[in-house]
């Protein structure tokens, strides 16, 4: 049996930080995955982890007040890091020197040196780093990863997405709904709105877009990058981003908003959050949630209702791929593998510079702590 499972092939998670809403979603993950057992969460606020539980309805014994006896006394096989993104480079560097697997809810990083300080931390422990992007496991996305690498629409020529939400501050875990305040001050008094701990639209959900993106291409990266964010009065970071990125074939488009009229997971908003793949033979539609895309080719130009792939274990969430990579010992793939999601934010990276020096950048452009080849990752 590969190292890190015990006898029945159970394995142990722990949630590490709740500074992200996804928090509560990854312990109800683990709590009711079968071939999980969730051993313990760790907050520094105390108070935030128990009503998280509470409402969950888990044992407020998960909870521990210190991290280093949680992962002595719980002994978990796998850590998911719920922290602010400026703090993911911190806990994978602290991780990388226990005996665990990472995953680090979505976005990856709060720059690419960061992201490069993790993959360093953990390559070469033996042990694997991955990243959680929600949308990865909607079943119409991997549908139409299916239907592109079987060359349905013929090669990738554009990818144009649009994605957000109401705002960070108008739901917490399980998409529930919160009333609070939007005024700057409580905006500003977020992390979700703190240019130093990796707040802003642009980096909550461009890395959605172009980390599936180059999923969707094998890996094919732009060679420049022109965006464009907008602020407004009173916040230091962005709720709204147009990011246009240059390849081969062609022009792509990647938006992101926070102030949708609508939340996508309860009313598809106007306009629709999703991707359209472009292809040298015809079109995907996939938009979030739903339950059919649309493909359109020369026999069927207006369109063709395909009815969503029924995914297996290991591609409905990042624990089902993760402890299926572990047990066939085979490296992490596609979006949640730290090479394409370093791809993505090398894209995230390069938007971020254009939109403040307000011209166009070359991929090029973007330094790295360290050269790495784009691929799958361990």
Same mark, same amino acid.
């Given at each position: 049996m590969?190292?890190?499972t015990n006898a029945s092939g159970i394995w142990r998670v722990a949630v590490l930080g709740f500074d992200h809403m996804h928090a509560g979603d990854q312990l109800r993950l683990a709590a009711e995955h079968p071939s999980v057992e969730l051993v313990g969460a760790w907050d520094d606020r105390p108070s935030r982890g128990r009503s998280v539980l509470a409402h969950l309805g888990l044992p407020e014994v998960l909870l521990y007040t210190d991290v280093d006896e949680m992962l002595q006394r719980a002994s978990p096989q796998i850590v998911i890091v719920c922290s602010t993104t400026a703090d993911h480079v911190r806990w994978v560097e602290y991780l990388a020197s226990h005996p665990v697997h990472v995953v680090v809810e979505k976005p990856f990083a709060s720059s690419l040196a960061d992201a490069d300080r993790m993959i360093a931390a953990m390559r070469d422990t033996g042990r694997t780093l991955t990243v959680n992007w929600p949308l990865a496991w909607y079943p119409p996305h991997r549908t139409t990863k299916r239907l592109?690498?079987?060359?349905v629409i013929g090669e990738v020529a554009e990818i144009h997405y649009y994605d957000g939400n109401r705002g960070p501050l108008k739901h917490a875990h399980d998409k529930r709904e919160v009333a609070t305040s939007e005024d700057v001050a409580t905006k500003n008094a977020s992390w979700w709105y703190q240019r130093a701990a990796g707040g802003g639209s642009l980096l909550d959900y461009l890395g959605y877009g172009v980390t599936l993106? *180059?999923?969707f291409r094998?890996?094919?990266l732009p060679s420049e990058v022109t965006a464009v964010t907008y602020i407004p009065p009173g916040l230091e970071v962005d709720e709204q981003s147009v990011v246009t990125a240059a390849y081969p074939g062609g022009l792509s488009t990647f938006q992101t908003r926070w102030g949708?009229? *609508?939340d996508p997971w309860t009313i598809q908003s106007a306009p629709r959050c999703g991707f359209t793949v472009i292809g040298s033979e015809g079109v995907i539609t996939s938009w979030d949630y739903a339950e059919t895309i649309t493909l359109h080719t020369a026999a069927r130009p207006e369109g063709a209702p395909v009815a969503v792939d029924v995914l297996p274990a290991a591609e409905r969430d990042h624990l089902g791929l993760l402890i299926d990579s572990l047990e066939r010992d085979v490296p992490v793939a596609g979006p949640s593998s730290w090479g394409i999601s370093r791809a993505g934010q090398q894209i995230a990276d390069a938007a971020i510079l254009s939109a403040r020096l307000r011209r166009t950048v070359s991929l090029a452009d973007? %330094? %790295?702590a360290q050269p790495l080849t784009v691929g799958t990752g361990r």
């Open positions: 590969p190292e890190g592109v690498g079987e060359g993106g *180059t999923w094998d890996g094919e949708t009229f *609508t973007v %330094a %790295a």
